[in-house]
């Protein structure tokens, strides 16, 4: 998926706006990356559709490739970024992930997008990244980048849960970041993925937006109100992108290509984890605004609540 982190200005920068979009069920109040913030075409997803992983992820992908178009603005930042040695991951990815050198021969960073997060893994250190998308258009942006900084990237173009098997124990870094679960359809084929990925000493790192997050929005005055999201509600569809994420395309909204997405709870993504024989090793949750989008609520007000979460597993060692 075309996920984790768009290419645009440093975390350091309280306007950034890393990170790919989700479509809950806040048509009332709240904001969301991936829809309108006036509700704008958003609706349930049937129960067909709810359960056809490969036309989710089909619709997706033709999404991502429409919104890539706004990646492609934001090329010769990235290029200026990496060449510079910067990195787009926020501060807590930077901690959590840690000094690369010397001791991560390959990172895999799935669902990356225009590659902007996964060649801030080379600069903090690793000798090899990869990046894992099922989004041409975005791909080859990737490619475009790496050639453009002398990056050691390979950029594979694939649905995450076709993730090719040739890089199979191989990642001695598994990086997965802003916005990236929620347009998954099947969360234990995902982690058995994560789970074949990883080398027998290597770490999964993930870092995503809270599923709490959308049971609240700014109440206009700088505080929090309630919104009317169901926490355990199911996948929706959308058109169009909030503002404060991608915004407009050069398509009108209604014709752009509907997408689905879900608010997996944060039980659900660590029951899929552990089922896959991962081990956690630190789950945290955080009052970090991983896309800009609470913006109107005071700094003291977001400290109060967990917009988003991170993981770090490891293998379970095997048995003799």
Excluded at 205 to 225: C, Q, R, S, T
Aim: proline share 8%.
């Amino acid at each position: 998926m075309a996920v984790d982190s768009l290419p645009m200005p440093e975390p350091s920068d309280p306007e950034a706006i890393p990170g790919t979009g989700i479509p809950p069920t806040l048509t009332d109040a709240g904001g969301d990356p991936g829809a309108r913030a006036d509700g704008h075409d958003v609706r349930p997803a049937t129960p067909a559709e709810a359960a056809d992983v490969h036309g989710w992820h089909a619709a997706n992908r033709a999404a991502w490739d429409q919104a890539a178009e706004r990646y492609e603005g934001w090329f010769q930042e990235a290029v200026d970024l990496i060449r510079r040695g910067g990195s787009n991951l926020f501060p807590v990815e930077q901690d959590l992930i840690g000094d690369l050198r010397g001791r991560c021969r390959r990172a895999i960073h799935l669902q990356c997008a225009g590659g902007r997060d996964t060649l801030s893994l080379w600069t903090q250190g690793a000798a090899e990244v990869v990046g894992v998308d099922f989004s041409p258009r975005m791909i080859e942006l990737a490619r475009q980048l790496a050639a453009a900084t002398g990056a050691p990237a390979r950029f594979i173009e694939a649905d995450v849960l076709d993730t090719p098997h040739e890089l199979d124990g191989t990642a001695d870094l598994l990086y997965t970041g802003r916005g990236a679960i929620i347009w998954l359809a099947d969360l234990d084929a995902w982690a058995a993925v994560l789970h074949r990925l990883l080398a027998p000493a290597g770490r999964l790192v993930i870092f995503d937006g809270h599923p709490a997050e959308w049971l609240f929005d700014g109440d206009g005055a700088g505080g929090w109100a309630m919104t009317s999201h169901d926490y355990f509600g199911g996948p929706e569809v959308s058109r169009g992108w909030a503002p404060e994420f991608i915004d407009r395309l050069s398509i009108p909204d209604p014709e752009q290509q509907p997408k689905l997405a879900r608010a997996w709870t944060l039980g659900e993504i660590l029951t899929a984890l552990v089922g896959s024989g991962l081990r956690l090793q630190r789950v945290a949750e955080h009052p970090v605004d991983w896309w800009a989008g609470h913006r109107d609520v005071r700094a003291d007000e977001r400290g109060r609540v967990p917009l988003s979460f991170s993981v770090v597993a490891t293998r379970e060692p095997e048995r003799p």
